[in-house]
């Protein structure tokens, strides 16, 4: 299986900061990466597919860069509302898909 | 506008069988257009793609799960169901359904989830 690692795990920050979430996959996986936002007790949110692709509705400060193992999830200004667990998940040909651990931005 | 609603007992006991159902609404399950899939969340809250159907009844699953799951899809119903058998305390998890892209594997749209435990 493909292993996909996240850092940092934990993230602290303010209301307005930009801020950066990696994601290191143990082997190429071209752009076939997609992030997800988790709210507690939700269920996981599709933000950007294919590294880079926003979804429809997503604010345009979240962004996503990277190929081969090196990506990326930026967002631009920190809302309230994106205070949350954010995933990454590969889906290259190579199954089964796999899952970053997550990274928690909190409230610094 | 599509939703997915996943439905099962809440306990286990282990060694037993879990068994979900998920219930499309709002559109068909028929479509060619995607896989439908389980997901579990464990308590730490990473995440393990269990495996998906089309809806003609082919399916995929997560080599480290295949010898105790089976998916399967009632269309008539607009359900899918998993079984998962010889259940541990390990297995306890938010269990989630999910629609997968079929010309990629990402997810864009998600069930509320089931909370299994198992226990005695």
């Known amino acids: 299986d493909i292993q996909m690692t996240q850092s940092p795990s934990t993230l602290s920050a303010s209301v307005g900061d930009r801020v950066t979430i990696t994601c290191r996959a143990s082997?190429?996986?071209?752009?076939?990466l997609a992030w997800y936002q988790q709210k507690a007790g939700k269920a996981p949110n599709l933000l950007i597919s294919?590294?880079?692709s926003l979804q429809s509705g997503v604010p345009s400060r979240f962004s996503g860069s990277g190929s081969g193992t090196e990506f990326s999830l930026t967002i631009s200004s920190l809302r309230p509302d994106d205070f949350a667990t954010y995933y990454c998940?590969?889906?290259?040909?190579?199954?089964?898909?796999?899952f970053g651990g997550g990274t928690k931005v909190e409230f610094k | 506008q599509v939703q997915l609603q996943e439905a099962g007992p809440g306990l286990v006991a282990p060694s037993q069988t879990l068994s979900l159902t998920c219930t499309a609404s709002g559109g068909s399950i028929s479509s060619g257009d995607y896989y439908w899939s389980w997901i579990r969340q464990y308590p730490g809250k990473g995440l393990e793609w269990i495996g998906y159907?089309?809806?003609?009844?082919?399916?995929y699953y997560n080599p480290s799960l295949k010898s105790r799951i089976t998916i399967s899809v009632d269309t008539s119903k607009n359900q899918f169901s998993l079984k998962m058998s010889s259940v541990t305390a390990a297995d306890t998890a938010m269990y989630y359904c999910?629609?997968?892209?079929?010309?990629?594997?990402?997810?864009?749209?998600w069930g509320r989830g089931s909370l299994v435990t198992v226990s005695s």
């Open positions: 294919k590294a880079s």
């Open positions: 999910a629609r997968q892209i079929a010309v990629a594997f990402y997810f864009d749209l």
């Open positions: 998940q590969q889906y290259s040909s190579n199954l089964p898909v796999t």
């Open positions: 159907i089309f809806y003609n009844g082919v399916t």
């Open positions: 082997q190429s996986i071209s752009s076939w």
